[in-house]
């Protein structure tokens, strides 16, 4: 529920209980003031009557109270309680019924006792209730509109400032270079907000940018010491003197600086692909760039007596020579490496999915994490970035990839876009 | 052959210059941009290896200055970055290739003797090593006089060892320069074994002499 609506709800909740419990308050108060008033006009005419008796010593006429109905009953009681009571009123004009007040009252005529009631009619009273109650109804009808209109249009209005801010944020991205543009709004709280959005979003980029650049920068830096290691066991080996051992550890220290030489590498590309410092496109024939692959990998297969099936159609995809080709290389390398002695691979490119199965080990890899950087199965002598590096390439053209465990094969599928 | 190695970091310096100058080539060097320029003033060389990172100021300044003054060496760019921009850069100021670091000596060897090949193709462009004796234009190689039929990749390795000749090459070069340091296959070389198995094979079957030596696991030496 959005937040104006939150605010409408609370505003209409408050202000239409508000306006009943008035409504109420205001209805008890005015029924007891008409009520008393009544009793009054009562009390008065009670006292008329007993001066009417006092002067004249006799009764006096019902038609002598105006509209009021007076009768007058004998009775022997000595003591009387002056009571006021709600009864039915009969209008002698109108003739009908209707709502009426009415008070007993003990007088004493020539010491003959008599209980005189005198019933006035309550229409006045009532109508003017009626009325107020009328009016505080259309009241309320009346704010509730306003309150929905104002808050539909102009809280909306109001609002509106906010939800740029958010779609700008919504859409920021750290790689890309675009600012958050600060918005002029005449409401200081989105001025704040959309100040505070631009520094903060100014500030992400900055730092991600620092990030990248110090990345960049190790990695290269890293590179000539790497260059010296290997020039050195270079000219280490040409030295014939040296024990058959000293150069099995000389083996192990290639392989050392080659790794790293190639973990670095990775680092490289994946900051250029996140960068997408790779923009060259070209439309590329996937099934051309497999099978030249597969020719290049040709030793590696055959060294581990692996089968090797393809299905191939054709399929152009429009990306960077480069990048489809590391992406390629990485899923052969991945299904050679992974693979058992005389395994099997299975490639299949139909429609725009392309599968590369192998087998290997029996047990499925864990499907969230292999794609994180620096994941590494069991006994994997590779960089752990393969993976990370080929994800980040599908995530650069918008394709999807992922992993599947089949009757005993590992398949990593890659869904290219049309 | 006269070489210039421009590189500021010493101890890469060092390797690069003992490596090369084993041959009977002379090569001389230096580390800065400055002396550079002023060597290049004063002599000819025939090659020109140049880092692109140096302490003032960047290689290019020098692909500049040889430009300008109509000198003609084969020069080698040797950058630790793998930038697109930099090699395009690089190339199109006159440079005749680009290798980044980390190398191994032997591929800088191999590609120096590609370009500096290719430099003096229109006079000699037959390469030979005692018997042995390529036809680089035809990719065609004969042994006493008769033909030796090679697949690509013993065709590259052949000439890559003969660049090399008597230097002990260790297996990672040369995985490296046959498949591409991208292919990463870290696990063993031994499918390399087999082209090496192939090659001697066929130039001893020609010859009926052994030019390959086994140095224990680390490598081969072509001699």
């Not at chain 2, 013993?154 to 040369?174: C, Q, T």
Request: glycine share 6%.
């Amino acid at each position: 529920m959005k937040l104006s609506a939150h605010y409408n709800k609370a505003s209409i909740i408050v202000s239409v209980s508000v306006l009943l419990i008035s409504g109420v308050v205001y209805y008890l108060i005015i029924n007891h003031i008409a009520r008393q008033q009544l009793d009054n006009d009562l009390t008065e005419e009670v006292e008329e009557v007993i001066d009417y008796v006092n002067q004249n010593q006799r009764l006096p006429r019902s038609i002598d109270f105006d509209e009021d109905v007076t009768t007058f009953a004998k009775t022997k009681a000595q003591a009387f309680d002056t009571r006021f009571f709600d009864t039915p009123y009969n209008n002698p004009k109108e003739k009908k019924a209707e709502d009426g007040r009415a008070v007993s009252a003990l007088i004493k005529v020539n010491g003959q006792g008599y209980i005189v009631t005198i019933v006035e009619s309550r229409e006045e009273t009532e109508y003017l209730i009626q009325i107020i109650s009328a009016i505080t109804l259309a009241l309320t009808a009346v704010l509730l509109c306003i309150m929905i209109v104002t808050n539909r249009f102009v809280l909306n209005g109001l609002w509106r400032p906010f939800y740029s801010i958010l779609q700008q944020v919504k859409k920021f991205n750290v790689a890309d270079t675009g600012k958050i543009a600060t918005i002029g709004s005449t409401v200081d709280e989105f001025k704040d907000l959309s100040d505070a959005v631009a520094k903060m979003s100014s500030r992400v980029t900055t730092d991600y940018l620092g990030l990248k650049t110090f990345t960049e920068n190790a990695s290269h830096e890293m590179m000539t010491p790497l260059a010296v290691i290997t020039s050195k066991l270079d000219i280490l080996i040409q030295d014939e003197k040296l024990s058959p051992d000293q150069f099995a550890q000389i083996t192990d220290i290639y392989s050392a600086a080659s790794r790293l030489s190639r973990l670095n590498q990775s680092l490289l590309l994946l900051v250029k692909i996140d960068n997408n410092l790779l923009r060259d496109t070209e439309k590329i024939n996937l099934r051309t760039v497999i099978l030249d692959k597969g020719q290049q990998f040709h030793e590696m297969i055959h060294n581990k007596n692996i089968a090797l099936d393809y299905q191939l159609n054709n399929f152009e995809v429009n990306a960077s020579r480069y990048l489809i080709d590391v992406l390629v290389n990485n899923l052969f390398s991945n299904a050679i490496r992974h693979n058992k002695n005389a395994g099997r691979i299975e490639i299949r490119l139909s429609g725009n999915k392309l599968c590369f199965q192998n087998t290997g080990d029996p047990s499925p890899l864990d499907q969230d994490a292999i794609f994180e950087r620096f994941y590494k199965g069991r006994n994997s002598d590779g960089t752990g970035l393969g993976l990370a590096i080929m994800k980040n390439i599908c995530t650069l053209y918008d394709f999807s990839i992922g992993y599947q465990f089949n009757q005993g094969m590992h398949c990593f599928w890659v869904e290219f876009g049309q | 052959m006269k070489l210039l190695l421009v590189e500021d970091e010493q101890s890469l310096r060092e390797s690069i210059e003992k490596y090369f100058s084993e041959e009977g080539s002379i090569c001389e060097t230096c580390g800065d941009q400055k002396t550079a320029i002023q060597k290049i003033a004063v002599y000819n060389y025939d090659c020109i290896l140049l880092d692109i990172g140096l302490p003032d100021g960047d290689g290019f300044a020098i692909l500049d200055f040889l430009r300008s003054t109509g000198k003609n060496e084969c020069v080698l760019i040797i950058s630790a970055r793998n930038s697109l921009d930099d090699k395009i850069k690089g190339l199109n100021l006159g440079a005749d290739d680009y290798i980044t670091k980390p190398f191994h000596l032997a591929e800088l060897k191999a590609r120096l003797m590609a370009i500096f090949r290719r430099k003096t193709f229109v006079t000699n462009n037959t390469l030979e090593y005692n018997e042995i004796c390529v036809d680089l234009l035809g990719r065609r190689v004969t042994v006493n006089d008769k033909v030796m039929v090679l697949t690509r990749k013993e065709y590259d390795m052949l000439l890559y060892f003969i660049a090399n000749k008597g230097k002990v090459i260790s297996k990672n070069a040369i995985a490296e320069h046959l498949w591409g340091d991208e292919m990463d296959m870290l696990d063993s070389f031994d499918f390399i074994y087999t082209h090496i198995k192939n090659l001697r094979k066929k130039l001893m079957e020609l010859s009926g002499k052994d030019f390959f030596a086994t140095i224990y696991g680390v490598g081969y030496k072509f001699a």
